[in-house]
């Protein structure tokens, strides 16, 4: 039975004004499902929507900050108000921190980044599961990292952030496989996006992620590998895929 195959499906994708969500959003609605895209920057959440509807595909934009509870409730009201339920979830809208080890790291550069790449993707979730219960079936899929694997890929903040992610993941999937839903996440090896270290004055570490990536095993991956992962994860392809952390990073997460 296809319950969360992409063709006529709600499917909300955070952070789809950018990198990995705008590439997933664009194949999602390229194959027939229709896209909530939630992301903070109106301007590209907007262009995102807008190239969808060039090629025929459906999709709305809700714009604000998911680690606001009000902008949360507002992204799944107007997905249940638009697609008349909600199949897909993509929790991928993140921020890099400032590379700062523990000791380096202020209040601040931890906050955002727990907020941002732990608090919302709960918050998020936790809204869309009675959808989801209701409906008997669902797919979750979260935008991790290899910094969710291992030690050595980005600051404090961010590491913690991402190993949180994978265990919401398999929290979840534990939880809820007998209610039909699926919690599955993808670790992005570095990939070609417009995410950016968030350093300032006083930040040690590469000012963009591009000097990492040297360090690393590997080519570069493009958004759109990230994207088709994603999918995959979310359709009936994967039905028996639950709890699954899949490394899509040209064999990083192997050496
Ligand atoms: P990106 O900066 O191109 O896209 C991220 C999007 O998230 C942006 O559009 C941004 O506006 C949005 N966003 C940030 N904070 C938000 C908030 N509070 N509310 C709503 N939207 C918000 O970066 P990307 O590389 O496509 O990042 C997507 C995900 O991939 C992130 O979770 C990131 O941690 C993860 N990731 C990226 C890489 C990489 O190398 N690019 C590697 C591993 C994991």
Redesign the pocket.
Same mark, same amino acid.
């Given at each position: 039975m296809n319950t969360t195959d992409p063709a006529g499906r709600g499917v909300i994708v955070?952070?789809?004004?950018? @990198?990995? @969500?705008?590439a997933a959003a664009l194949r999602f609605a390229d194959e027939g499902a229709r896209v909530l895209v %939630?992301?903070?920057?109106r301007e590209?959440a907007e262009a995102t929507v807008e190239e969808i509807g060039r090629a025929k595909g459906t999709a709305v934009a809700v714009v @604000?900050?998911?680690?606001d509870q009000r902008v949360v409730d507002r992204v799944v009201d107007t997905a249940v108000g638009t697609f008349g339920g909600i199949h897909v979830l993509v929790n991928?809208? @993140?921020?890099?921190d400032r590379m700062s080890a523990l000791g380096e790291t202020d209040d601040d550069e931890w906050q955002r980044t727990l907020r941002?790449?732990l608090t %919302?993707p709960f918050l998020l979730t936790r809204a869309v599961l009675p959808h989801m219960l209701a409906a008997g079936h669902g797919s979750l899929v979260f935008? %991790?990292?290899?910094?969710g694997l291992r030690g050595g890929a980005a600051g404090a903040a961010?590491t913690a952030s991402?190993h949180g992610v994978i265990g919401l993941v398999k929290n979840l999937a534990v939880m809820y496989r007998k209610q039909g839903i699926r919690a599955n996440a993808i670790?992005?090896?570095?990939? %070609?996006?417009?995410?950016?270290v968030d350093a300032g004055p006083g930040a040690h570490g590469p000012a963009t992620?591009g000097p990492l990536i040297s360090t690393t095993i590997g080519r570069i991956g493009s958004?759109e590998e990230?994207a088709a992962a994603i999918v995959f994860l979310a359709s009936d392809a994967a039905a028996f895929v639950n709890g699954a952390v899949l490394p899509v990073d040209d064999g990083w997460a192997a050496t």
């Amino acid at each position: 039975m296809n319950t969360t195959d992409p063709a006529g499906r709600g499917v909300i994708v955070t952070g789809a004004a950018s @990198g990995i @969500g705008r590439a997933a959003a664009l194949r999602f609605a390229d194959e027939g499902a229709r896209v909530l895209v %939630a992301d903070l920057d109106r301007e590209g959440a907007e262009a995102t929507v807008e190239e969808i509807g060039r090629a025929k595909g459906t999709a709305v934009a809700v714009v @604000g900050d998911l680690s606001d509870q009000r902008v949360v409730d507002r992204v799944v009201d107007t997905a249940v108000g638009t697609f008349g339920g909600i199949h897909v979830l993509v929790n991928n809208a @993140g921020v890099m921190d400032r590379m700062s080890a523990l000791g380096e790291t202020d209040d601040d550069e931890w906050q955002r980044t727990l907020r941002i790449n732990l608090t %919302a993707p709960f918050l998020l979730t936790r809204a869309v599961l009675p959808h989801m219960l209701a409906a008997g079936h669902g797919s979750l899929v979260f935008t %991790a990292s290899e910094a969710g694997l291992r030690g050595g890929a980005a600051g404090a903040a961010y590491t913690a952030s991402k190993h949180g992610v994978i265990g919401l993941v398999k929290n979840l999937a534990v939880m809820y496989r007998k209610q039909g839903i699926r919690a599955n996440a993808i670790a992005p090896g570095p990939t %070609a996006t417009n995410i950016r270290v968030d350093a300032g004055p006083g930040a040690h570490g590469p000012a963009t992620i591009g000097p990492l990536i040297s360090t690393t095993i590997g080519r570069i991956g493009s958004a759109e590998e990230q994207a088709a992962a994603i999918v995959f994860l979310a359709s009936d392809a994967a039905a028996f895929v639950n709890g699954a952390v899949l490394p899509v990073d040209d064999g990083w997460a192997a050496t």
